[in-house]
């Protein structure tokens, strides 16, 4: 199945479902719809997350590819964008993680979060 094809399929199971007990990822999925960093195009994409006190963090891995996935790209350009949790939806902007203590610490905890992650 192509990427765009899965994850129209995760967002379609995502809002029948209230963003509840989606496919292997239960509730640890939210949705981020940023601007292509290229394209100027709306983008959405079903991402793992998991919660660091108010912030919700996610991981630019691509399934351990060796490059960024678009959507890191997009934030990078354009730092602002919406995130969908549940039935909620907000405007969020992007705060990128330097290499570092706090970096390693969110990265480890997304590990523990999502075991299939690493």
């Known amino acids: 199945m192509a990427v765009a094809d899965w994850n129209k399929t995760m967002i379609d199971e995502f809002h029948a479902k209230g963003g509840k007990g989606i496919g292997h990822f239960g509730d640890k999925l939210l949705l981020l719809t940023t601007r292509g960093a290229k394209s100027g195009r709306i983008q959405t994409s079903p991402i793992v997350c998991h919660r660091d006190g108010d912030r919700y963090v996610i991981a630019g891995s691509k399934s351990g590819a060796p490059s ?51």
């Open 68 to 118: 960024h996935p678009a959507w890191y790209h997009n934030l990078v350009k354009h730092r602002e964008a919406e995130v969908e949790v549940g039935r909620e939806k907000f405007k969020v902007r992007a705060t990128p993680i330097a290499k570092g203590p706090e970096r390693d610490r969110l990265y480890e905890a997304h590990g523990d979060n999502f075991a299939a992650f690493r």
